[in-house]
């Protein structure tokens, strides 16, 4: 068997696959979304909630009657977490799959390794990953839906200049996510007025932080301490955190932002503050909250799905998504040139995320306030403000 | 400033237990047939995924742990009959891809099973830390350090003192000689396998309630174990166990004192530094390399 | 004269060369070509490896620390100090040998799982400090890397390029180039194993005390078969960086360690053609698998384990004894 006959195979097996998720083929052409996310691997429980949450709002979208009268076909590969498997995927959904749109790349790594080639074809590309690098600068092909860690870092240290602490000690991962997000927080902590008096890390398989948490203790002055990171890391810290008696604020970023991190971390999480999208307190907002809807939606909506409790990183799927159908919608057709400026025009897109406001130098579109202080408070997340 | 380094003292002592279990696994199939099981982690994730599973299913956690164990040892006895019986010609090279091999297998299948989720196994007893000369250990940390003394001294004896024990030691020695006084080598090599297993899924049990337990915790964990088995010499079981804590208390040292980005960079730095002046590691055997 | 060509140790090469050309032909889709010249530029680095695993019979886990190095080296070089890139693979190469040589030396004296170890830890650190100096590096989230130029004009897999009259579009042209590679890269490998560098090579695998006792200095030619295959990992991780425009640390991991030494066991040991099926087979794998989702992980394991296990020579000695017996059976009965 030659080699074409044999990766065509592996495509029609994929095709197919994928294909039957579909309710009914339509005469029409279906618009092909493409979607590489991180499934399986360390960032699983990124990819996992973005691929059912896009398995589950593309059939929803099918049975309502498509876009533009054209049944949409989804298209996905996992990446494992592995940033040269996603490049290769992206080529694949470009050159091989053709797709319309991609909705895809769960971490900041397979993003960044996608980017070159949608940059290249003129691909309209939706990434559903974190770190501000992703957009700014600006890439012309490149959007995202999550708030940049850049902003959560920001939102964090304004809620602890609001409090009144000038010294911080930084706990991080040593993974993208929390490498990015130390670097980011170290960055903007002059224009708070926080001086970060100690900064530790830890790796993303670590089972003990109390050495770290030891030394942040110990630094002369801390009035806080912050937790950039993501997976069961910060569970770890947490615990560590709790055992060590440890009697200062204590800050996570939006990485832990699921209710999976408070079954981990237990009692231990009491107290704990994280800047988070309004998802995990859907009844907490005021009535007259534009995302209230939204939110509670889709909420329900997955949980009753997939029979398991939602996340936040599933919410940024939702949002790719339907940016990406209005998108569609308002250009007419799937021609990818219409698509990326209507994508950068959009305003006043009420998601679950946020209220999305594009700009041509700003393909993240969200504000500061978009991220909400949270607490734990008796084992359940409590909004602040 | 003692009691910080008391902290990171049993800090280290805390990792370094879980890293010696992992290592006895290693030792005891090294000791029986010379091949790295680098699916030793695996057994780690059954003991640990397996009680959670078992839990679930409103069993008590002590009949769950020994189910999970049950299932742990199964899955290695198979092991070693399905995967490492049928080629026992075949390179070391081989057989160490053979058995990574196994480990993404039991690892995908895991994954299918029981779901991609971190879960809590609950201590054992209580969450309450116990503090001592200002520093904090964790209640659990006690279990694990307290199995794993048991552990070893009943390894110690099973291979010194009981007919088994001897005959696998006796196989591993020169399996020609054991099958002439009428050893059955294939039966112990199973016999080892299964040890090997009960011995990871009952440091997977135990190190759960502090690492939290997922279906890819295997990984990392087999790692450190080979590397703490190399360093204390393969084969030797007072090795592992050395080598063990050895590792964990340079990883916190150097996490406490030096720079916590490059704990692990020290930590590999250490046993390249002990291979360099002891190239069969801290307690290896000396034994001639046949022509 | 088919005697001859049967004969002729470098027959390969030219079967090699054939099915490296013609494939292209076969080929209408960018994306096979991407695919293609991934496999291309691996499989180069995992003949050199054979030299180190097949021929000499080290063991080493930690062979993708010397890819990423290479990457790496290429990557900052060029893209953050304007090195051209043709230079930036030199000096990658040289500081990659020295380095492989300086930790070479000591490690080489080990044996078999403790060898293994050593590498182990020696990939771990370079992936450790590429992964922390996010200065340099750009940390776990990546680097990108500009496009490789050759003497003022630039290789993109986009760009478009015409030679000897014809068009010529960049994805293929990168793949003429990594053939190329491949072909050097077996050349000059075949030639290795040829040398008297090679026949003691094989006589440390073999046995390594009696290699040693009719007087082959084995350190020695441990540590140069190490310094050159790290070397081959170095120029292909340099050409790679370039190939793909943006680079990880965990091409520089443990795992993608495990992925080279599977690929030259996989194969075939201590057979060119062999290794290079490796990585056909290897990197083809995922893009297969990728239809079965939540199965793909234990399929991969299942599909590993049992071909070592019913093939422990690798599919390419497999394969061919069995032609061989086949064929020998068949000339048996004629004669």
């Known amino acids: 068997m030659t080699k074409k006959s044999l990766l065509r195979r592996a495509g029609v097996v994929a095709a197919s696959l994928t294909a039957s998720v579909l309710m009914s083929a339509q005469a029409a052409e279906p618009i092909k979304i493409g979607s590489f996310l991180s499934v399986t691997g360390p960032a699983s429980f ?49 050159r091989s799959d053709q797709v319309d749109i991609i909705v895809g790349g769960s971490t900041t790594g397979a993003t960044m390794a996608a980017a070159p080639l949608v940059q290249q074809a003129g691909m309209p590309f939706i990434s559903l990953a974190g770190a501000v690098t992703i957009v ?14 850049r902003m959560a870092a920001e939102r964090i240290l304004w809620d602890m200049e609001r409090r009144g602490f000038d010294k911080i000690g930084l706990i991080s991962g040593t993974g993208g996510f929390g490498a990015s997000g130390r670097k980011q927080t170290l960055e903007v902590a002059g224009e708070y007025g926080i001086e970060v008096v100690a900064d530790e890390t830890y790796g993303p398989s670590d089972s003990d932080m109390t050495a770290q948490l030891t030394n942040i203790s110990n630094a002369d002055g801390v009035d806080a301490v912050l937790n950039f990171g993501f997976g069961q890391g910060p569970a770890i810290v947490t ?27 237990g009692d231990a999480a009491e107290g704990l503050r994280l800047p988070a999208s309004p998802l995990l307190v859907p009844a907490a907002l005021p009535d007259d909250d534009p995302q209230k809807a939204v939110v509670q939606g889709y909420k329900e909506a997955y949980e009753e799905r997939w029979d398991s409790r939602v996340s936040t990183f599933g919410g940024y799927a939702y949002d790719g998504l339907m940016l990406a159908v209005q998108a569609i919608e308002a250009a007419g057709s799937t021609d990818k040139a219409a698509v990326r400026d209507e994508l950068e025009d959009i305003s006043g897109y009420v998601g679950v995320t946020g209220i999305y406001n594009m700009a041509p130098d700003d393909h993240n579109g969200l504000a500061p306030e978009s991220f909400r202080i949270l607490e734990v408070k008796d084992g359940d997340w409590m909004l602040v403000d | 400033m003692f009691s910080e380094f008391l902290q990171f003292l049993f800090t280290g002592i805390t990792i370094g237990a879980t890293y010696a279990l992992v290592a006895l696994g290693f030792t005891i199939i090294y000791n029986a047939s010379h091949v790295i099981n680098f699916a030793q982690g695996e057994f780690l994730m059954i003991g640990g995924m397996a009680t959670v599973s078992f839990m679930g299913m409103g069993i008590p956690m002590f009949f769950a742990i020994i189910l999970a164990v049950l299932l742990a040892c ?66 659990q940390s006690l279990w694990v350090i307290g199995i794993g003394a048991v552990l070893v001294v009943a390894l110690i004896v099973f291979f010194t003192r009981t007919l088994i024990g001897r005959a696998i030691l006796g196989t591993s020695m020169n399996k020609l000689a054991a099958q002439l006084v009428g050893i059955k080598t294939q039966m112990v090599l199973m016999l080892a396998f299964g040890l090997s297993a009960l011995l990871g899924s009952v440091a997977g049990v135990t190190v759960a309630p502090i690492t939290f337990t997922s279906y890819d915790i295997g990984i990392l964990l087999a790692l450190k174990g080979f590397v703490a088995a190399a360093m204390g010499g393969l084969g030797s079981g007072l090795g592992a166990v050395v080598g063990g804590l050895l590792l964990g208390i340079v990883e916190s040292m150097t996490a406490g004192y030096i720079s916590s980005e490059y704990k692990d960079a020290v930590a590999f730095s250490m046993i390249l530094l002990v291979l360099f002046f002891m190239p069969r590691g801290l307690f290896g055997g000396r034994t001639v390399e046949r022509v | 004269m088919l005697q001859r060509f049967i004969d002729w140790r470098m027959n390969y090469v030219l079967v090699l060369a054939i099915i490296v050309f013609v494939v292209p032909l076969l080929m209408d889709n960018p994306f096979y070509f991407d695919l293609a010249t991934q496999i291309l530029i691996i499989a180069a680095t995992v ?61 080489l004296r080990l044996k078999g799982h403790y060898l293994s170890m050593a590498t182990l830890a020696v990939g771990f650190i370079i992936a450790i400090i590429l992964n922390n100096e996010s200065e340099l590096t750009g940390g776990p989230d990546g680097m990108s890397v500009v496009p490789l130029s050759l003497f003022g004009w630039e290789l993109s897999t986009f760009g478009l390029y015409s030679m000897f009259g014809f068009e010529i579009p960049g994805h293929i042209a990168w793949y003429l180039v990594a053939g190329v590679l491949l072909l050097v890269a077996v050349v000059v490998a075949q030639n290795i194993i040829d040398s008297p560098i090679g026949r003691a090579l094989r006589s440390i695998h073999g046995s390594e005390i009696a290699a040693r006792t009719v007087g082959v200095d084995t350190t020695h030619y441990k540590s140069l078969v190490f310094v050159v295959s790290a070397i081959y990992a170095s120029v292909m991780g340099s050409v790679f960086a370039h ?64 071909t070592m296990i019913f093939m422990p020579k690798g599919f390419y000695p497999t394969a061919m004894n069995a032609l061989r017996r086949k064929l020998g059976r068949y000339s048996g009965g004629e004669a």
Not at chain 1, 137 to 149: G, I, L, M, N, R
Not at chain 2, 80 to 105: C, E, H, M, W, Y
Not at chain 2, 116 to 123: A, F, I, N, Q
Not at chain 3, 269 to 285: E, F, N, R, T, Y
Request: aromatic share 10%.
């Open chain 1, 46 to 94: 990124l990819g996992d909630p973005e691929l059912k949450t896009l398995e589950m709002y593309v059939e929803k979208i099918n049975e309502e009657g498509g876009v533009l009268g054209r049944q949409l076909e989804l298209i996905h590969y996992d990446d494992v977490g592995n940033a040269s498997n996603a490049r290769n995927f992206a080529g694949r959904l470009i």
């Open chain 3, 243 to 306: 190939f793909t425009g943006f680079i990880t640390p965990a091409i520089a991991g443990f795992d993608y360690s495990i992925v080279l030494i599977t690929m030259v066991v996989l194969g075939g040991m201590a057979s060119p053609m062999g290794v290079i099926l490796g990585a056909v087979v290897l990197k083809l794998m995922p893009q297969f698998l990728a239809g079965f989702q939540e199965y793909e992980t234990a399929i991969f394991g299942f599909i590993l384990m049992a």
């Open chain 3, 47 to 107: 003949v050199g490896l054979n030299l180190l695993v097949g021929y000499a019979g080290q063991i080493s886990l930690g062979h993708a620390g010397f890819y990423g190095m290479g990457a790496y080296f290429s990557a900052i070089a060029t893209t953050t100090y304007n090195w051209p890139p043709l230079l930036a693979i030199v000096v990658a190469a040289a500081v990659v040998g020295l380095i492989a040589y300086v930790v070479g030396r000591p490690i």
């Open chain 2, 74 to 139: 199964l899955v290695g006895v198979a092991l070693q009959r399905l995967a490492i019986a049928p080629a026992k010609n075949a390179d070391v090279v081989t057989l160490i891809i053979i058995t990574i091999g196994a480990s993404i297998f039991i690892r995908g299948i895991a994954q299918v099973v029981w779901g991609k989720d971190y879960h809590v196994v609950p201590p054992f007893t209580g969450n309450e830390p116990i503090r001592l000369g200002g520093a904090v250990l964790n209640s």
């Open chain 1, 239 to 265: 615990k560590n955190y709790a055992a060590l008696d440890i009697d200062l604020p204590f800050y996570q970023s939006h990485g832990v932002a699921s209710d999976a991190f408070l079954d981990l971390a």
């Open chain 1, 136 to 149: 700014s600068p600006v890439q012309e092909w490149v959007f995202k839906t999550p708030q940049s860690d």
